[in-house]
């Protein structure tokens, strides 16, 4: 089924990925245990970063609501299950980005992260 719905969050609209990764997110303590939860971590956060790769950590003028929308989620995800790397990334594009709802979205990913000892 993860593999399924995973497909969804390639999609060209954001509204179906901003679905996806909910019911995937809503389904995970039914598939997911501790045998496999780095599993699913690489998953997800595989997932969440081809989609915020694909649209940007910052809003693009004339861009769709449903891409601003899923941002912060994509961003969340991948705090939440992210690396070392992935909080270096994020902290490097807090300090360096003038925009400030992308700002706003990294400060709260920085605050976010699920690993204890990468949590600021």
Known sequence: ML??????IDDA???VVSMALGYIQSQKSVFIDESNEDVWAKFITAKAQSALNKYG???KQGEKAA???LRPQLISLLAFYGDEKQLTHFTQAFETTPDPQARTNLLMALSYFGNKHLQL
Do not use: Y
């Not at 593999?3 to 969804?8: S, V």
């Open 3 to 8: 593999k399924a719905l995973g497909q969804f």
């Open 13 to 15: 609209h954001p509204r």
């Open 57 to 59: 950590v910052t809003a």
């Open 67 to 69: 891409i601003s929308k």
